[in-house]
């Protein structure tokens, strides 16, 4: 037996899975399950709070009260982070990818509404020096007398990935309550560390089904490198020696269409047709963008041999809101 990190408990678990009926009729190929991440709590809703249960407990063996992360002005995991900080009486700090003047909706209204300190930064600071600007606040909190924690974009690391560890046990539990067996398990992949928990567990456990990501940013030997790299951190804290070699992580590549956080006409339509034919809400930014790839995919046959597919709903519905003017109805 296996004996992963310690975690907090703060989610809603287990998160149910349920047959997309509809769906899986209309495209006339496997049957396609969601499993819903997506209702792990309100305030720290999506797949972001099962890492930052593990993330967090480390913070508090450390001794630590402030927690420092970074994101996108929507980021579903700076809002979580803000969320469990205040729920242990921690202070958060947020490193921001925007502009100070950005309206107030969706994730940033949260965040502030939960006191949340904010330092917003451009996307040329962001992607050349977040991890530098975070150890810049850490130094000065330290300075103050704080003893500061620094969590990566999306608590995609060695220790946030036993999440996804944790949520295949779960997966592996309830195939067995609803008699189904998934040959492929699919999910949006934006930081890395969903997808590495998830192939982890899969070997150590010995599932049969695929992990299969679709990139919502980037490109796939760009998640690929991630994925690895979190892997090997996630394995120096157990206590095996197993290999898992780049070639066994699957990365569908091709329905990152705009950018990260930017949607296409069809992405917004595919949500909106979603929406009316499931009654779930999907997210522009993950959910929305991977749901349209797999659907895509499927029409193409790449999943021809599939009888049963699971998606990951990682959440993000606070970030549907800021973009609301882009639909039509």
């Avoid at 047709?273 to 029409?299: C, R, S």
Wanted: with cysteine; aromatic share 8%; net charge negative.
């Amino acid at each position: 037996m296996i004996k992963i990190p310690e975690k907090i408990i703060f989610a809603n678990l287990p998160t149910k899975i349920e047959k997309l009926e509809r769906l899986s009729q209309k495209i006339n190929g496997p049957n396609i399950y969601i499993k819903r991440d997506d209702q792990t709590g309100t305030e720290v809703s999506g797949n972001k709070i099962r890492k930052l249960e593990f993330s967090v407990k480390e913070a508090l063996n450390q001794g630590c009260n402030v927690l420092i992360t970074c994101g996108g002005i929507q980021s579903n995991h700076c809002r979580a982070t803000a969320a469990v900080a205040s729920r242990l009486g921690l202070k958060s700090v947020l490193v921001l990818n925007g502009d100070e003047e950005t309206e107030v909706d969706g994730n940033l209204f949260i965040d502030k509404l939960l006191g949340a300190k904010i330092h917003f930064i451009n996307s040329e600071q962001y992607n050349d020096d977040k991890i530098g600007i975070m150890e810049h606040i850490k130094s000065e909190l330290e300075e103050q007398g704080c003893k500061p924690y620094i969590i990566p974009e999306g608590a995609s690391n060695g220790i946030g990935s036993f999440g996804y560890y944790n949520a295949m046990e779960e997966i592996i539990v309830q195939e067995k309550e609803m008699g189904v067996q998934f040959d492929r398990i699919v999910l949006p992949v934006g930081s890395g560390g969903t997808h590495s928990g998830l192939l982890l567990a899969s070997k150590t456990l010995k599932y049969t089904g695929d992990i299969y990501g679709i990139n919502i940013c980037d490109d796939a030997k760009h998640f690929i490198n991630k994925i690895h790299k979190i892997l090997n951190e996630s394995m120096q804290y157990l206590d095996i020696n197993l290999e898992i070699s780049k070639g066994e992580i699957n990365i569908i590549d091709g329905y990152v269409g705009r950018g990260y956080a930017l949607s296409s006409p069809e992405e917004l339509q595919f949500i909106h047709d979603f929406a009316q034919l499931e009654g779930i809400i999907l997210d522009p930014v993950y959910t929305g963008k991977a749901m349209y790839g797999l659907v895509q995919e499927i029409k193409k046959g790449t999943f021809k041999d599939c009888r049963n597919i699971l998606f990951i709903h990682t959440g993000g519905g606070f970030g549907l809101f800021p973009q609301k003017h882009l639909f039509k109805f």
